[in-house]
Every structure is written in C-alpha cells, then in structure tokens.
C-alpha cells in the first residue's frame, strides 16, 4: 500500500490535508496524526472493518482495547450509558487534554475495539490537528499510539514513518507532539476512580478533583507476581528497542560505577553498548552512546524525550542499554512506568 505523508504547515493549504485525510476516515481507511501524548494511529470507532485494520497494521493482539477520540464534550453521552458526576467533573477539568476516562459502554461501541469489554475509554484530545481532524471526518476516530505492537510509541513523524510507511493510508506529520507520554487512563466505571496508566494527569491533580482516587497495582508492579493489570495493554511487553534495556537504581554515585562497570563488561564482550542518564551524570559514562534525558529536576523534559531516546539506540545498533532511574514526583511516574515495561522489569538496585 502506498502511504500519502503530508506535513502539516500551519496555512490555508492545510485545508486540503484535513479534508483527504477525513475521506479516508469516513472510507473506513487508516490516517496517522499528532496528538498532545504520542501519535495515534486512527480509523472511524463505530467501523468495524476499519478498526480491524488498526489490529492489523500494528500486530496488536485482539483483546487489548482502543481509545476512542472525540472533539466535543457532549459526545461523552452517546458513547457510553453511564456519565456519572466523577465523568463530568474529569471531563470539566481536564479535557480538552492528556486524560482518558473508562465508562461503561452503550451499544454502540462495537465489542471489536473494546476487546469485548463492557466499558470503553474516552479522551477528548487538545492537539489542535487531533482536534480538527475528528471534527472535519465527523466520526469518533479509535486510536491507539502509531506504533508496532511492543515497540516505544512515536513522538516524531518520523518514528511514524519507520513503523507505518506502507501499511496504512495517510500519516500526517507535525512535529508538536509535546508531552511524549501516553495519557492517564483512570477507570470511573466503579465506585472508587483508579487509575489504571500514569501519565501527565497526575493522581494528585484526580484527588483534588475527585476526592479518593486508587492506582491499579500493576501500575509499578510485576504482572509475573500474578497482579493481572485493568488496563489489558499493560500487561503486554512494551515500548522495547531491540536492544536489551536495564535499569540501575540506587544512590548516584553507585549507579555510575555499577553502569560503567556493566558496560566495560558487555565492551569487552564485543557487545556495542548505551547509557540513559540524567545531564548531571552524563559526563560520567564511557559507552557507544550516551543519552542525555535532561536535568534530574525535570522530569517533564525526561517524559518527552523517553521514547525518541529508547528508538535512537536501535538507530545505533546498541545491543544493551543501561539506564538510571527517573524521579517519580508527577509525570516522572509515567516515565518510570513505561521504561520498566521497556526493561521487562530488569531493574539492579545498587
Ligand atoms: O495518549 C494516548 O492515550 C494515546 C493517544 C494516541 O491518544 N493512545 C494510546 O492508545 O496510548 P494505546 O492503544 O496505545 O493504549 C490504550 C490503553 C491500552 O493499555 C488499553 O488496554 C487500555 O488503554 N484500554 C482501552 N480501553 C480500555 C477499557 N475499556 N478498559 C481498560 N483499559 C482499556
Ligand atoms: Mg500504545
């Protein structure tokens, strides 16, 4: 399949983007976009041929459920059978914006993107491209991140690019996907919120909100422990270069030696070998290659560059990746969540 890729410039001509890219939405095709998170692969929700695409071109497994994206609050009622006061006050505070809510679902919602659930998960997303691009098609667009099952979600077209090119019908490019995590999935199809993915949305921000909120022990914990996550996604491996990732935790100087002294091991092995690290101790590391994630303070800067950072070592042909940890105060969670999920849970705490 030819894959039209069409970079959005910010003028009139744009005009003519949005409008093939909503044809091919409404013709049950699959169009690539930018959001405020990663970018989403999208297809018309209430298709269901088109939303098998989304299976198919990515090699996702069929019981692990999409989002559906919506532009208007109101929509929220045609989706599910059950907006609740916990519903309207996320959705009041939060949307348009990196949040994504579980309600139960009418029937409208096909079994085939809810993985055969009973619930279905909502964001309404502020990306002005997302935005306009769910208004112009008309349709509620299913998006998972345009990834291929397993690996680091796309936070530049041209991730988008290496791991779709040729298997859907339109990526539009736009280069302003800012936070560089997925969104915060919190569940309000029970009594007590819980949180079933970190991101941006912290559970502070739900708690002022929404009073007590719970997160789901899968969230740091380790599905081969027997805690089975809500979320069917988090339960896959995840976000993984090729190369085999290892986290090192523990006081800082420690955690320089430890890696140095893996690396020269892995050298010596004949083995090409990278270090993620905060800017304070990048200077610290002899390696292939040394990713710098930004200052220990900032962990908004460590969520956007995570997954270029993770791809960029493939790119390099690095075989093993050795990272610090991340602080974990707000969406440094989310960014601690996913690189364990990339390490399969490989963490060495000196
Ligand atoms: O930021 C985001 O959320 C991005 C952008 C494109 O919007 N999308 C995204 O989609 O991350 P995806 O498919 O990569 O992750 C969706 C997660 C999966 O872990 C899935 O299992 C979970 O949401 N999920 C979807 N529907 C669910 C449901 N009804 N109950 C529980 N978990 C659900
Ligand atoms: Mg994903």
Sequence with gaps: MD????????????DEIYEQAAEILKNGGLVA????????????????KASAKIYA?????????????????????????????MAVKVAEAFWPGPLTMILKKKDIVPDSITGGLG????????????????????????APSANISGKPSPTKAEHVIHDMNGRIDMIIADDTVDIGVESTIVDLSEDVPTILRPGFITKK?????????KVDPAVMGNVADGIVPKAPGMKYKHYSPDANVVIVTGDSDKVVGKINE???????????????????????????KVVDMGSRCDEALAAKNLFAALRSFDEDGIQYVYSESFPTDNVGQA???????????????V
């Design 57 to 85: 071109a990515k090699g996702r497994p069929s019981d692990n459920p999409l989002i559906v994206h919506i532009a208007d609050k109101k929509d929220l009622e045609v989706l599910s059978c059950d907006v609740n006061d």
């Design 262 to 288: 893996l690396c020269e091991l892995r050298r010596k092995e004949g083995k090409r070998v990278g270090v993620m690290t905060v800017s304070e101790d990048a200077g610290c590391y002899n390696a292939d």
């Design 205 to 213: 921000q739900l708690e002022d909100v929404l009073g007590e909120v």
């Design 335 to 349: 960014v601690m969540n996913r690189l364990i999920k990339a390490a399969g849970h490989t963490i060495i705490k």
């Design 119 to 142: 619930t279905v998960a909502i964001r309404m997303p502020s990306h002005p491209v997302a935005a306009r691009l769910i208004k112009t098609s008309g349709v509620y667009i299913a």
């Design 3 to 14: 894959t039209v890729i069409k970079k959005i410039m910010h003028d009139d001509s744009d």
């Design 33 to 48: 976009f930018p959001t405020e998170t990663v970018y989403g692969l999208g297809a018309d929700a209430l298709d269901e």
